[in-house]
């Protein structure tokens, strides 16, 4: 089982579903410049990219975090039997999570919140599962939070031409039916506390309503921050733009933000795609930032 982690009052364990390694630095920072590898090599092979150099290595995975009045989950990964035929990778997934998540000591009806950074493929799949050909919610007795933002783009049938009906898919088996179950908490993120120790940021730029969640306990602090950066290069490279990012403009700001609020605030972070334990710190070098995994 994955290391637990302790912030304040709070245990924060990762959930892992997959590991991708198909994707190249130039494709997935299409600014990507080659001399970024010569300096940083040591940290970054073999573990967040391969011993050929020429891909990087990403997790897929959820956080659950589990505080005295609650049992939560931080997005639920790409999920079993569903068809995402334009990404072969993920595509009828018949994975394990469940058995992983009950290896952490946590069964589906535990759960009472489940924290949606934002409503893309390989976050929100486990929302659902299939169940007698019918897509039902995976966590029966929590509140599926998500923001309006996010929930507006994703259900407006002017936002899927051709390019981009593969959200109407994802939204169609992996949201509308916690909607339809009444299970649905539909937020707008300001900062505020949503629950206690527990704040909703927004972040976005990758999505039109990413969120990004604070948790504070005790005195300590951590920040989940979605799909703001979707590996540690861009701590040290923050002005390049995953080629997933929607907004580029949007995506750069909410990345300093939450850079600049990691280092001013001394804390731990908890990536939805770095590799090996996906959790680290932040800390400022002049007008630089560096990583370092936990």
């Known amino acids: 089982m994955d290391r637990v982690y302790h912030v304040g009052n709070a245990t924060i364990t990762k959930i892992p579903e997959l590991i991708?390694?198909?994707n190249s630095p130039e494709y997935l920072y299409p600014q990507w410049d080659?001399?970024?590898?010569?300096?940083?090599?040591?940290?970054?092979v073999p573990e967040n990219m391969d011993q050929t150099r020429t891909h990087v290595i990403q997790s897929i995975h959820t956080w659950l975090i589990r505080t005295r009045q609650h049992t939560i989950l931080i997005d639920t990964a790409t999920g079993n039997d569903k068809e995402r035929v334009w990404f072969p990778r993920l595509n009828r997934l018949n994975t394990p999570y469940l058995e992983r998540l009950k290896a952490a000591g946590v069964t589906p009806e535990m759960v009472d919140y489940v924290i949606l950074t934002h409503l893309h493929v390989d976050h929100v799949g486990w929302?659902?599962?299939l169940v007698d050909g019918v897509w039902e919610p995976t966590f029966p007795n929590a509140t599926y939070v998500f923001s309006k933002a996010e929930q507006r783009h994703y259900s407006d049938p002017e936002n899927y031409p051709e390019k981009n009906r593969v959200k109407f898919i994802i939204y169609k088996d992996s949201v509308l039916p916690v909607i339809h179950a009444?299970?649905?908490?539909i937020v707008l993120p300001d900062g505020t506390?949503?629950?206690e120790g527990v704040s909703l940021y927004p972040v976005p730029g990758h999505s039109?309503?990413?969120?990004?969640v604070g948790l504070t306990s005790n005195g300590e602090e951590a920040l989940f921050g979605g799909d703001v950066m979707h590996h540690p290069v861009q701590v040290y490279r923050p002005e390049w733009n995953s080629v997933y990012c929607e907004d580029t403009e949007?995506?750069?700001?909410?990345?300093?933000?939450?850079?600049?609020?990691?280092?001013?605030?001394h804390a731990l972070y908890f990536?939805?795609?770095?590799?090996?334990?996906?959790?680290?710190?932040v800390t400022r070098t002049g007008n630089s930032f560096k990583w370092k995994f936990c």
Request: proline share 4%.
């Open 127 to 129: 929302n659902t599962r």
């Open 34 to 44: 080659p001399a970024f590898l010569l300096e940083h090599e040591h940290w970054l």
């Open 271 to 281: 990536s939805s795609h770095f590799a090996g334990t996906s959790a680290g710190r």
């Open 20 to 22: 991708l390694d198909s």
């Open 208 to 212: 039109p309503g990413q969120m990004a």
């Open 193 to 195: 506390e949503f629950l």
């Open 250 to 265: 949007k995506a750069r700001a909410s990345r300093k933000w939450v850079l600049d609020y990691l280092a001013d605030r």
């Open 182 to 185: 009444g299970q649905a908490e």
